[in-house]
């Protein structure tokens, strides 16, 4: 039997070979294949991260893909983006990226474009059992080996002429983005220095995933001991980005999109700008401020692109780090691009990173805050919160879990839909409001499920 809580609501994840077997990948297959029949596809550009199963999956993924009828463009080892970047370039606008993003080593899984379109790990669920009559020849498989130089020319066809040095620390963590992230920088004229860009699926220094702390202090010692002027941090398959100031300053993915927004939105005057739920409130005040349209979208690279590709808008960001350029580039997730865009408007400006940031304006937040909980209670206990929590006649946004607006602050409840846990998120105007807040989170969240361990020390 599969275990069906592997089919994600934005992709399919899974630890191996527990989960991701043989048995499973085959099935997998099958639904591709049903979903590309579907859609008049008969072509997907297929790559892996480098996790430990990737080369294996790889091979068994193309192999069965082929038996029923698909050709596959073989790009091997790369990142998200670059999978998506070759999946842009072939007529069917399709391709299978085989990754575990940031889950623990022995994690890996499958983000699916098919015909310029996101696939749910739900839907692919729907499509394991539903057979039809596939295509009636097998497949064949070519290998394309110029992918990242393809990549790496049309980024530098965007670079601008200023001639201001930049001294880059870049930290991969031991992930695919190695194979691409000092190459571009270097292409560009920046000066690099290497954090932990041997990809080695043991991740033997730190976890790549740069929406934690913790995996941000070796960038943060670096940059300091350098003197770089900027820190930039990729997650294991190199879609969401982390980023240092030349200070040694963590700037999140929300404050990024304030500066990123205030830089689009010069050209792209009343269009939209979607972010997540998790976004602070300051971000939609700097998209109105500079004439855009904000837009809130659930958390997920899955809704967020569906949510841009209904919109057309220029730019696209979660506070996770994914970040979508949807003006002079593709519209999907790009870690690389994106730290390219922040340089270009770092390197066009008088000002470090570090004193653009000190302009946005700030409020007192916390980190996304993680409680464990059974991946089977997860949604309902959130369903259960929405209904039963308490907050008198302060504004409530259910697209995703429950988010309260306050008139000096906001909090958000919701079920992550790649890890068992529940996400939590609190800002306010002042410090003290910001632990009322939460606590008023957390004391209904505890009389709901008194068996609840919260520990956000």
């Not at 698909?70 to 070759?86: D, Q």
């Not at 008088?350 to 937040?365: H, Q």
């Amino acid at each position: 039997m599969i275990d069906e809580s592997i089919f994600r609501e934005y992709d399919i994840r899974g630890i191996v070979p527990n989960q991701i077997n043989e048995y499973s990948i085959k099935a997998i297959a099958s639904a591709i294949a049903n979903k590309c029949y579907d859609e008049k596809v008969n072509e997907l550009a297929l790559g892996r991260d480098g996790r430990l199963s990737g080369d294996e999956i790889l091979a068994l993924l193309s192999k069965e893909l082929r038996f029923l009828g698909i050709n596959i463009v073989n790009v091997g080892l790369v990142t998200s983006p670059l999978l998506y970047f070759a999946a842009k370039k072939l007529k069917s606008k399709s391709g299978v990226m085989i990754t575990g993003s940031h889950n623990p080593k022995n994690y890996n899984g499958f983000k699916i474009v098919i015909n310029d379109s996101p696939v749910s790990g739900t839907e692919m669920l729907d499509l394991i059992s539903n057979k039809k009559n596939l295509f009636k020849e097998p497949g064949s498989e070519i290998f394309k080996e110029d992918l990242i130089d393809e990549y790496i020319g049309e980024v530098i066809s965007q670079k601008s002429n200023s001639s201001k040095k930049i001294k880059i620390v870049v930290d991969c963590g031991n992930g695919a983005a190695g194979k691409i992230g000092p190459k571009l920088m270097r292409s560009l004229g920046y000066e690099v220095v290497e954090l932990f860009c041997e990809i080695d699926g043991n991740f033997p220094n730190h976890h790549p995933d740069p929406g934690k702390i913790e995996n941000l202090q070796d960038l943060i010692k670096t940059v300091k001991e350098e003197g770089a002027d900027i820190g930039i941090a990729f997650d294991g398959d190199g879609d969401r980005l982390g980023v240092v100031s030349n200070l040694g300053e963590i700037i999140y993915p929300d404050q990024l999109m304030m500066i990123f927004s205030k830089a689009v939105l010069q050209k792209n005057k009343g269009r939209e700008i979607v972010f997540d739920v998790k976004c602070t409130n300051l971000l939609s005040e700097i998209v109105s401020q500079a004439g855009g349209i904000p837009i809130m979208s659930p958390t997920g690279h899955f809704h967020i692109k569906n949510t841009l590709k209904k919109t057309n808008a220029p730019l696209a960001g979660e506070m996770s780090g994914h970040i979508f350029f949807n003006d002079q580039w593709y519209g999907f997730d790009d870690g690389h691009y994106s730290a390219f865009r922040l340089i270009e408007i770092i390197k066009n400006s008088e000002s470090s990173i570090g004193a653009l940031f000190d302009e946005l304006p700030k409020a007192y937040s916390t980190p996304e805050i993680n409680i464990d909980i059974k991946e089977d209670k997860k949604f309902k206990l959130v369903e259960d919160f929405v209904s039963q929590s308490d907050f008198g006649g302060c504004q409530k946004i259910t697209i995703d879990g429950i988010r309260v607006n306050f008139d000096d602050g906001w909090g958000l409840l919701r079920a992550s839909n790649t890890t068992p846990k529940l996400v939590l998120r609190f800002e306010a105007n002042s410090p003290r409001r910001l632990e009322e807040i939460q606590n008023m989170f957390l004391n209904q969240l505890k009389r709901i499920d008194e068996t609840i361990k919260i520990d956000i020390s």
